[in-house]
């Protein structure tokens, strides 16, 4: 096995929205980018909505990852922390503009939250991220 491969068994629910299982073959590089707010990079929260900070948050995850070879598209699974009583629908349309649709989704967690490190922070995205070179 030389691809990455994301998958959805039979017997689990069936989402073009994720996958559940991810299987990284030996020898690919493997990209771990922690936390991701929606903040510029000086450190202050960009707009005080989900839509604004989910942008941001995804453009300094696109920015960690071109910064060591790899894309959005390597992606293979995302942790997504929301505080309490965002809208998630708002969020998520958000971050399926960045998901190729004619690729199977990575893995995706998502949580709620009572509050995130940055005051007026609503989300917060961490990502796995697998290349075969």
Known sequence: MDTIRLLSPAGLVQ???????A???????????GGQNG??????????????????????????LESVGASVADVV????????GVDLAAGAAVAGEVL??????PLITVARVSGLGPPGAVVEISAVAAVVR
């Open 23 to 33: 299987v990284v073959p030996p020898g690919a590089t493997t990209i771990h980018v």
């Open 15 to 21: 989402s073009p929205a994720f996958s559940h299982v």
């Open 100 to 105: 190729d649709p004619h690729r199977p989704s």
């Open 39 to 64: 903040v510029d990079a000086s450190g202050k929260v960009v707009g005080d909505d989900v839509v604004s900070q989910t942008r941001q948050a995804l453009a300094n995850l696109r920015t960690a």
């Open 77 to 84: 699974s995302w942790s997504i922390l929301v505080e309490d």
